[in-house]
């Protein structure tokens, strides 16, 4: 399915959306910020700082198991 220009519809809005990973760095565990794309983009040392840094950069929060 395509939205427009040969735009597939799965990629609308892919600009706006992040997601957290749970890593182990330094034997602790610390929370990755990545874009939609898988692209890291921060890595931070409380949950809470991840979702507010994604919230900041007017990005949306995805949930993704």
Same mark, same amino acid.
């Given at each position: 399915? +395509? ?6 519809? +799965? !990629? +609308? =809005?892919?600009? #706006? /959306? @992040? ?9 602790? &565990?610390?929370?990755? /910020?990545? @874009? @939609? #794309? =898988? !692209? &890291?983009?921060?890595?931070? #040392?409380?949950?809470? %700082?991840?979702?507010?840094?994604? %919230?900041?950069? &007017?990005? &949306? ?5």
């Amino acid at each position: 399915l +395509f939205l427009m220009r040969g735009v597939p519809v +799965f !990629t +609308f =809005g892919i600009n #706006d /959306v @992040a997601y957290i990973r749970t890593i182990m760095e330094d034997g602790a &565990e610390k929370y990755a /910020v990545h @874009a @939609a #794309d =898988g !692209t &890291e983009l921060a890595v931070i #040392d409380h949950l809470g %700082q991840a979702i507010a840094t994604i %919230q900041h950069n &007017e990005l &949306e929060v995805a949930s993704v198991h």
